[in-house]
């Protein structure tokens, strides 16, 4: 690991890195806890995913095109958030095969599922939705400790930059009490 996390996190380090600023350490921490966390990101979803994730949601109730987007961000724990260029596309294209309706209203299109969009959902009843799937817990498994871990350090970069020095010193405590936790539920059976 690099030293980002062992050297001063308040201040500049010996070799000049984090400048000026003040909590310059603390900042260099963050970008790479930031750039962990962009690395981490789950594997990207298959059209046919998207596709059945669509039907699911749309089989409980009509939507429009982002609470679709946000039924499956919610379902899927944060971990899949599809994209706006995959969910319209998937519309488009069930719309052309006769699943799905669209209806206009304050400018809004709400979708929702005709008689064969509905079967179509019925079919796929017997199987995991896609945010359910396996690659999707280790995808939630894999950024969610760096997503907080991010948060913590932005906390913790505000205390530094705005702080004064008795709050600079608590939040140390609190972050030192904080990774010591942390290595005890490794040592746990």
């Known amino acids: 690991m690099s030293d980002s ?5 308040f201040g500049p380090r ?7 600023r003040p909590g310059g350490g603390l900042f260099d921490a963050m970008d790479q ?13 298959g059209r046919g995913d998207v596709r059945t994730a669509v039907l699911a949601v749309l089989s409980e109730r009509p939507m429009h095109g982002y609470q679709i ?3 499956i961000e919610e379902r899927s724990g944060g971990t899949w958030k599809p994209s706006p260029g995959s969910v319209y596309p998937t519309l488009q294209l069930l719309a052309d095969e006769g699943l799905i309706t669209a209806e206009e ?7 929702s599922l005709t008689e064969a969009g509905r079967a179509e959902a019925a079919a796929a009843e017997g199987t ?15 950024t969610v400790l760096p997503k907080a871990g991010a948060k913590l350090a932005q906390a913790a970069a505000q205390v530094a930059t705005s702080g004064s020095p008795e709050q600079v010193q608590q939040a140390v405590e609190v972050l030192d009490e904080a990774r010591r936790k942390l290595y005890s539920i490794l040592a746990q059976d």
Do not use: C, H
């Open 105 to 111: 209203a304050n400018g809004k299109k709400t979708y």
């Open 14 to 20: 010996d070799r000049g890195e984090g400048g000026s």
């Open 128 to 142: 995991s939705p896609p945010w359910e799937s396996s690659s999707r817990r280790d995808a939630a498994r894999a």
């Open 5 to 9: 996390f062992t050297g001063d996190w």
């Open 69 to 71: 987007i946000y039924e």
């Open 33 to 45: 806890l930031r750039e962990m966390f962009e690395q981490r990101v789950g594997p990207r979803m």
